[in-house]
């Protein structure tokens, strides 16, 4: 199939998006000369914005955007890191600002942000961290750390957060004992301070990277298992409002692939999605998404080769993914219309020579 007349084909990767309305989502990575990019939905179609950290001099210093958060059209945050410190920028409804970070514990190292949510405009999170867990809250004056309860003894990062009200958000991660296996770690805020919360235990070890909650009691986050082994498969974990648990889901490690899940959205109660990618040693690299509806996880055709790392519902009929094919250091956006997954108007998702690579995804085709 090959691209339409028009197409835009974006270098290098997109990692966070968010909706804001119908006719306004936001996309945000990062550039093949390593300044944060960010792309606006309009409703109708995209347009790209490389945003130098410091004005006509690209790539000086280095940056990427990892994750994005709306409060509202007009209020709009993407963090990530830059020169080796955390990185946050608003978009105010006219232009994107460099925003302050606060001076942080000496024992957080490598501190770039992964991921943000938004309460409102005075109360938003954002997570990180390489070695020791890294939050910031915005409270609509100032970014300030706030501390985690991070395992003695363990290096330990958080990669994904979500919040449900000023009392209630969740942030997941992992953590990695001297001597021992990589393990999903997972933290609450209850309106005063982050607790650690049991994950169930996985065999083999695993990871989370994202979390998304409507309520007390729903919240999904998503991962890997066997992440170290190489040949991981996607982690799907719920939690109830007593406990977490661990969801079946599609073996993205089937006829010999390998696969990871990277992101999860809810679009209403009885309807999320997770995304991911998944390695197959006869197709290469597969765009991966799953959806709940209520009773089960299943696989759902995308169309795109690659990697979706990063997923947000308007409604159950209007769900965006976004992420990257490495082949070609091409960006790849995917929407959900209701029926299936389909590429923006004017936007081929992963070109592959002259045209785009259209896989299958069922569970026997890996």
Not at 343 to 353: D, I, K, L, Q, V
């Amino acid at each position: 199939m090959l691209p339409p007349p028009g197409s835009v084909v974006v270098s290098y990767q997109l990692t966070g998006v968010a909706v804001a309305s119908a006719t306004s989502v936001w996309a945000v990575g990062t550039t093949d000369s390593t300044d944060p990019r960010a792309m606006h939905w309009n409703g109708s179609g995209w347009t790209e914005q490389d945003l130098t950290l410091i004005p006509g001099q690209p790539g000086n210093p280095p940056g990427t955007f990892q994750a994005v958060a709306a409060v509202s059209a007009g209020d709009v945050w993407a963090v990530g890191g830059t020169a080796g410190k955390p990185l946050a920028e608003h978009w105010n409804g006219q232009e994107w600002t460099v925003v302050p970070m606060p001076s942080l514990s000496p024992r957080v190292t490598g501190p770039f942000l992964q991921g943000i949510a938004a309460v409102s405009a005075r109360d938003i999170w954002a997570v990180g961290g390489t070695d020791q867990p890294l939050i910031l809250h915005w409270d609509g004056r100032a970014w300030t750390q706030v501390p985690s309860p991070a395992p003695a003894g363990a290096d330990t990062s958080l990669s994904g957060v979500a919040a449900v009200s000023a009392v209630s958000a969740w942030a997941v991660g992992d953590t990695w004992p001297v001597g021992g296996t990589e393990a999903p770690l997972i933290e609450h805020w209850n309106g005063t301070a982050w607790t650690a919360v049991p994950s169930p235990a996985i065999p083999g070890g695993g990871i989370l990277t994202a979390a998304a909650a409507s309520s007390p009691r729903n919240a999904w986050a998503v991962g890997t298992r066997g992440h170290l082994a190489g040949g991981g498969s996607g982690l799907i974990e719920h939690w109830d409002g007593r406990a977490w648990t661990i969801v079946p889901s599609p073996d993205l490690g089937a006829g010999g692939a390998s696969g990871e899940l990277n992101a999860v959205t809810i679009a209403s109660d009885g309807s999320a999605w997770a995304v991911g990618g998944a390695y197959c040693p006869r197709r290469g690299l597969l765009t991966v998404t799953e959806h709940w509806d209520g009773r089960t996880w299943t696989l759902v055709p995308s169309p795109a080769s690659g990697e979706l790392d990063a997923v947000a519902a308007a409604s159950p009929s209007s769900v965006w993914a976004v992420g990257s094919w490495t082949v070609s250091s091409t960006a790849v956006i995917e929407h959900w219309n209701g029926t299936a997954w389909t590429w923006p108007a004017g936007f081929c998702a992963a070109p592959s020579g002259p045209g785009c690579y259209l896989p299958s995804t069922s569970s026997s085709s890996l």
